[in-house]
Nanobody
Framework: QVQLAESGGGLVQPGGSLRLSCSAS????????MGWYRQAPGKQRDYVAS???????TYADSVKGRFTISRDSAKNTVYLQMNSLKPEDTAIYYC????????????WGQGTQVTVSS
């Protein structure tokens, strides 16, 4: 059974930085894309960034140049380095792993809160 454990959320001032981590267990993830989504209060869950096993990175326009996604395949862990944080980045951030061929193999973490406020 695949499980995802997120950490690293918290409260930060505008312009600050946070690093989120998500460790996956219960499977082999070399055929999975790993990524992050976020959901602000009263809004839908939106895509943030993703990274393939071949280390191809994709970002939402709203975070390009500020966020960096990385992956440690040996540890089955994906990271999201968030710099120059803005109040509009406030949301619950969810880790996601998705098999590149079998769409039913799509798993979510429990979410970690990121609050950007002075």
């Amino acid at each position: 059974q695949v499980q995802l454990a997120e950490s690293g959320g918290g409260l930060v001032q505008p312009g600050g930085s946070l690093r989120l981590s998500c460790s996956a267990s219960g499977g082999a993830f070399n055929r999975y894309q790993m990524g992050w989504y976020r959901q602000a209060p009263g809004k839908q869950r939106d895509y943030v960034a993703s990274i393939t096993s071949g280390l191809t990175r994709t970002y939402a326009d709203s975070v390009k140049g500020r966020f960096t996604i990385s992956r440690d395949s040996a540890k089955n862990t994906v990271y999201l380095q968030m710099n120059s944080l803005k109040p509009e980045d406030t949301a619950i951030y969810y880790c996601n792993v998705r098999h590149v061929e079998f769409s039913s193999r799509n798993y979510w973490g429990q979410g970690t809160q990121v609050t950007v406020s002075s």
